[in-house]
């Protein structure tokens, strides 16, 4: 395959003694020590110290919008995000005849958090892990989900059913596409979906939020997760000031914008899907 040292090409444009030491060190890939160091080593805006190089698209539209990207000192969910999303959605983008005419419905499906539940954000994630959110259509084709009904691969992918005539029929029907349509639901096979992780606030200045995220596209990217589901994972922010952020139920009677933050967030959500500076969509889902 590709070497990885050619990837990085485009990244790195000058020379440096440590970028082998730190990217072993923070990256977590073996790149061979003739790897040059980024062109841009930038400090992130709470002004902790930066450990290096990082991939050039989180200088560029869309990721420069979102502070998430510039801000995390996780490198390897940053390179691997370049490798497994950024890079091979450029390459799919100029493949001469690439048919995307069977994606009738593009979702956005939009995760709001705060900052007080900034931390707990990775849990309510777990779920997926156990059971990819794309795996419920199994109901669609009007089986009763029984654990010892199903054939499962070694990730934990749906494979077929047993003791079923017409589910086998259903699995070697679609032997030779993704495990993604198995489940037998035509919306999923004409329609994709991306994740986005909104913030209320500004990643850059919560640490909390930023290192929630990292679990999370971290988990998002590992081999037979739910990543199987979506197209994309997407941070981004609303950029509410915190004295602004509020929501107080308990004072709704007294403080005419105690629930401004929610208010405000959903409005960010709207305008920035609405862009499409992420992407053209047909309608975002707001996963409170």
């Given amino acids: 395959g590709m070497s990885i040292a050619f990837l990085l090409g485009s990244f790195f444009s ?8 730190y990217i072993n060190n923070y990256g977590g890939f073996n790149f061979p020590q003739t790897v040059p160091s980024a062109s841009r080593v930038v400090k992130s805006t709470n002004e902790r110290r930066d450990y290096g190089p990082r991939p050039e698209f989180v200088y560029e539209h869309p990721y420069i919008s979102s502070s998430y990207y510039t801000s995390t000192s996780n490198f390897k969910t940053l390179y691997t995000t370049d490798m ?11 493949q001469e005849g690439r048919n995307e005419g ?5 979702l956005a499906i939009v995760r709001p958090f705060c900052e ?27 089986d009763e989900y029984v654990s010892n009904e199903y054939e499962f691969g070694p990730d934990g992918e749906f494979m077929a059913f047993r003791n079923n005539t017409a589910g086998m029929n259903l699995f070697e029907s ?18 994709t979906a991306d994740v986005f992780l909104f913030y209320s ?6 640490e909390v939020a930023i290192k929630a995220v990292d679990t999370i596209i ?3 990217f590992e081999a037979g997760g739910w990543s199987q589901c979506f197209d994309n994972i997407y941070a981004i922010e609303a950029n509410i000031p915190q004295e602004l952020d509020l929501y107080i139920p308990s004072a709704q009677d007294e403080l005419y914008n105690w629930v401004n933050g ?16 992420w992407g053209d969509y047909d309608g975002f889902y707001l996963m409170e």
Wanted: glycine share 4%; charged share 20%; aromatic share 12%.
């Fill in 14 to 21: 000058e020379n440096s003694s440590d970028i082998y030491s």
């Fill in 84 to 94: 497994l999303q950024v890079q091979p959605k450029l390459l799919a983008s100029t």
């Fill in 102 to 106: 069977d994606i009738k419905t593009r």
């Fill in 116 to 142: 007080f539940d900034a931390e707990a954000l990775p849990s309510t994630f777990t779920c997926w892990n156990a059971l990819p959110p794309c795996k419920a259509a199994l109901d669609d084709i009007g």
């Fill in 174 to 191: 679609f032997r030779e596409n993704h495990y993604f349509d198995q489940v037998g639901s035509d919306a999923m096979k004409t329609a």
């Fill in 201 to 206: 606030q500004t990643y850059s200045a919560n």
């Fill in 218 to 220: 971290e988990q998002f």
């Fill in 262 to 277: 929610p208010n405000r967030q959903f409005e960010a959500a709207f305008r920035i899907i609405q862009s499409g500076e």
